[in-house]
């Protein structure tokens, strides 16, 4: 079963400390989700990815990686 | 907490203690007691819906932008797969209802499964809802 992960919370902290609040209306879904997402609980759907990519101005795979080893 | 596994605590917490009131009052009564399962339903049913309401109200002014968002896509997955609990567990009590009903049992008996069953499914669904925003997803 493979993982995904990814450099939310990083990116977040790049772009002027961005709050997942911020994140989260940008992207409009709620708090909790960007949270459950930036855990990697919760994979979000390939158009909330391409949202939160579009917010940071980078690529999908600089945001997401998926690892099938784990 | 967000306010959609408040509003499925809310579900719990309201579906469990007035309907476990009503079922305790059903046995206490004994089978032949129709009128009083009817005037006890109603004054469950809006006693729910009130304490529902208020509660809910509750929530909503003290996370007001949070009770205005619109349900998210997450939100939406949880929906959906606790529902899919909650029909399967209604589709077997259903079953087993009607297999046990084949043996003639009292009206009011037949009536209260049903509704315990009907109950007991939504009080699934909001608890599978509340296990998945626990977990995150």
Redesign the interface.
């Known amino acids: 079963m493979g993982v995904i992960r990814n450099e939310i919370r990083r990116l977040r902290f790049e772009h002027g400390e961005m709050t997942q609040q911020e994140l989260a209306e940008k992207i409009k879904v709620t708090r909790q989700t960007v949270n459950a997402i930036e855990l990697g609980k919760y994979s979000p759907s390939l158009e909330a990815a391409f949202r939160i990519s579009a917010v940071f101005g980078k690529p999908l795979e600089s945001v997401f990686h998926y690892s099938q080893d784990e | 907490?967000?306010f959609r596994?408040k509003s499925a605590w809310i579900s719990v917490l309201s579906m469990t203690g007035i309907y476990g009131f009503y079922f305790w009052s059903v046995i206490h009564a004994g089978p032949h007691a129709g009128g009083f399962h009817l005037g006890s339903l109603l004054v469950t049913i809006i006693a729910l819906v009130i304490l529902q309401v208020v509660l809910t109200i509750a929530v909503a002014i003290f996370t007001p932008k949070?009770a205005q968002?619109p349900r998210?896509?997450?939100?939406k997955l949880i929906e959906l797969r606790a529902m899919r609990v909650a029909y399967a567990g209604l589709a077997t009590s259903v079953a087993l209802a009607c297999f046990f009903g084949a043996f003639n049992p009292p009206i009011i008996f037949n009536t209260n499964s049903l509704l315990f069953i009907l109950v007991t499914a939504e009080i699934l669904r909001s608890a599978c809802q509340i296990i998945q925003?626990r977990?995150?997803?």
């Open positions: 907490m967000s596994e949070e968002a998210d896509e997450r939100d925003y977990r995150g997803a």
